[in-house]
Structures are given as structure tokens and as C-alpha cells.
């Protein structure tokens, strides 16, 4: 079966940081994009970034560029959003997928979701 | 980035009603467009793939097409679990995008 397990999510005041993880089982980890998406409250979809399947390409939306890292440990099945710099517009329950090819670019999408772990940034 | 529009942004409709959801990229995206349905306080999922390859699990009544600029969402007879939101999103490019999103509510 498989599983996505998000967590590091919490409140955090503007300007700090938060490292979400994301622990995958029931799949062959190194052979699959992890991706991440991000719901705001009330509000639709956002993807934010995305990993191939070797680490070797990171990818990012415009919004979070330059402040959010992707990164992942294929010996630990894990994949990690450092979030830096955070702004009350990143408030979201974010959600980690793993992407039905290895690549990102041409992808066909996310076969399978965690159930979130929600950021929250206020003072 | 690509954006993506989708039409209607929401609709009201009847068990066993068709159901027919547009989405459109501002340019093309081939054929790298993907549906997925969301209920309140749950994950997306994903239904359909690359325009119209239906995920292993879903109802033949959920149906897929388009290319290029152009894509459809159709429900064919909408049951009692259909009632939700729906959203295209497209990989054609290393920025994925989600349209706005289209909610399916009783009418």
C-alpha cells in the first residue's frame, strides 16, 4: 500500500522557517517525482515544487522561488520542503504527491496524496 | 507559466444529469492535462491522465478528452459521490499549473 506521511507543519511567526518532511512507503521511492501542492484556506489548488526522481532537478513555482528548497534522501524515502522566509500568503495546508513518472516535466500527474500538514504563518 | 481557466467555475445538476467540465491552457500543453476531484477536508484525486487515460479505480462514467489548448472533463450520469471539485492541471512544462477549479454541487 501506499502511504505519503507529511509532517513539520505548525505556526510560525513572518519571516521564519519551517522544514516540512514527507516519509513515503508501499513504492520503489528513487522511481517516482515527489511533488508538492499547497490548498490555502478556502481556496483552490497551488502546486508549489517538484523533485525528480534522482534529486538531480528541483523545480518551483514563481511564489515560493528562491525561499523554499526541495531536497530528497532516497535511503530514507523521504522528501524535505525547507521553507524559509515565510510570508502570511504561505499560510496553506500543504500536501505532498508522488508523480506517476520519474521526471516532472511531461509528467501525467499524482497518482497518490498525503493528508496534509498545515503552515501557518502570523504574528 | 502556463495558466490554465476552467469553465463553469461552478455548476448545479441532478443525479443522472451529464456533466460537462471545459479547461483551457494558455497555450498548448499537448496532451500533458490531468483531472482530479476533491471532496471537502480530503486529498485531491487524481482521475484522469495525460487528457483522457482513465486512473485504474475510477468509474467508466468520468471521461477525458482534448489536445493542444482545449481539454473536457465529462461525467456521463452523475451519481451521489460525483458532488465535488474539480480540477485540471497541467505537466507539459517543469511549472506545473491547477486551473481554478470547478465545484459540482446538488441542485
Known amino acids: ?123 | 507559466d502556463i495558466q490554465m481557466t476552467q469553465s463553469p467555475s461552478s455548476l448545479s445538476a441532478s443525479v443522472g444529469d451529464r456533466v460537462t467540465i471545459t479547461c483551457r491552457a494558455s497555450q498548448s500543453i499537448i496532451n500533458y492535462l490531468n483531472w482530479y476531484q476533491q471532496k471537502p477536508g480530503k486529498a485531491p484525486k487524481l482521475l484522469i491522465s495525460v487528457a483522457s487515460s482513465l486512473q485504474s479505480g475510477i468509474p467508466s462514467r468520468f471521461s477525458g478528452s482534448g489536445f493542444g489548448t482545449d481539454f473536457t472533463l465529462t461525467i456521463s450520469s452523475l451519481q451521489p459521490d460525483d458532488f465535488a471539485t474539480y480540477y485540471c492541471q497541467q505537466s507539459y512544462t517543469s511549472l506545473w499549473t491547477f486551473g481554478p477549479g470547478t465545484k459540482v454541487e446538488v441542485k
Open chain 1, 1 to 123: 500500500e501506499v502511504l505519503l506521511l507529511e509532517s513539520g507543519g505548525g505556526l510560525v511567526e513572518p519571516g521564519g522557517s519551517l522544514r516540512l518532511s514527507c516519509e513515503a512507503s508501499g513504492f520503489t521511492f528513487d522511481s517516482h517525482a515527489m511533488i508538492w501542492v499547497r490548498q490555502a484556506p478556502g481556496k483552490g489548488l497551488e502546486w508549489v515544487s517538484g523533485i525528480a526522481g534522482s534529486g538531480s532537478d528541483t523545480y518551483y513555482a514563481e511564489s515560493v522561488k528562491g525561499r523554499f528548497t526541495l531536497s530528497r534522501d532516497n535511503s530514507k524515502n523521504t522528501v524535505y520542503l525547507q521553507m524559509n522566509s515565510l510570508r502570511v500568503e504561505d499560510t496553506a495546508l500543504y500536501y505532498c504527491a508522488r508523480g506517476r513518472l520519474f521526471a516532472v516535466p511531461q509528467g501525467w500527474g499524482t497518482d497518490f496524496w498525503g493528508q496534509g500538514t498545515l503552515v501557518t504563518v502570523s504574528s
